[in-house]
């Protein structure tokens, strides 16, 4: 069965740093591309950030872009979020979210639970 | 960047009904739209990809249409475990966007 499942979330200091953790389990992490998505407090779903498979293509959104690092560790069957310069808009749900590897770029297919992360002083 | 607009952002419906859900895209996707579904405090499901495969395990009263950039997502006959938030999503390239999302429930 697959199963992502996040963790790191929590309550951060604007300016502050976090790093979010997405562990996968039940097929080979190295065969799929990962994103994360984050959802704010009762708004839409936000596509956040891409990474392909060996880790060697990365996209991000402009709204995180230059602060936010997206990168994976095979071998740990883990991939990562690192947020820095954290501001009061980046508080939402995140969520990673497998590729669905068909070849190419393509829809996501499994989910996390989701870890909540809180921007506020 | 391509935008993804949907309409319309919320609906209520009968049971039974037929519901219709459209998005568009600013610029052609081909087929790289996939659609999700996410019910009330739920995490979102992948229901439709290459804007007409229907996901494994999605009810076949879920289909989807289109190309280039209008696409829709149709629920033959609307059920009570249909109330959710529906989005499309492009993937043709990055970024990956999502629309604003259409809210549906019972009448």
């Known amino acids: 069965e697959v199963q992502l499942v996040e963790s790191g979330g929590g309550l951060v200091q604007p300016g502050g740093s976090l790093r979010l953790s997405c562990a996968a389990s039940g097929f080979t992490l190295s065969s799929y591309e990962m994103n994360w998505v984050r959802q704010a407090p009762g708004k839409g779903l936000e596509w956040v950030s891409y990474?392909?498979?060996?880790?060697?293509?990365?996209y991000y959104a402009d709204s995180v872009k230059g602060r936010f690092t997206i990168s994976r560790d095979n071998a740990k069957n883990s991939l990562y979020l690192q947020m820095n310069s954290l501001r009061a808009e980046d508080t939402a749900v995140y969520y990673c979210?497998?590729?669905?590897?068909?070849?190419?770029?393509?829809?996501?297919?499994?989910w996390g639970q989701g870890t909540l992360v809180t921007v506020s002083s | 960047d391509i935008q993804m607009t949907q309409s319309p952002s919320s609906l209520s419906a009968s049971v039974g009904d037929r519901v219709t859900i459209t998005c568009r895209a600013s610029?052609?996707?081909?087929?790289?739209l996939a659609w999700y579904q996410q019910k009330p405090g739920k995490v979102p499901k992948l229901l439709i990809y290459?804007?007409?495969t229907l996901h494994s395990g999605v009810p076949s009263r879920f289909s989807g249409s289109g190309s280039g950039t209008d696409f829709t997502l149709t629920i033959s006959s609307l059920q009570p475990e249909d109330v959710a938030t529906y989005y499309c999503q492009k993937y043709n390239s990055a970024p990956f966007t999502f629309g604003p999302g259409t809210k549906v429930d019972i009448k």
């Open positions: 610029q052609g996707i081909n087929n790289f």
């Open positions: 979210a497998r590729d669905g590897g068909r070849g190419g770029y393509d829809s996501l297919d499994y």
């Open positions: 990474i392909s498979r060996s880790g060697g293509t990365k």
């Open positions: 290459t804007a007409s």
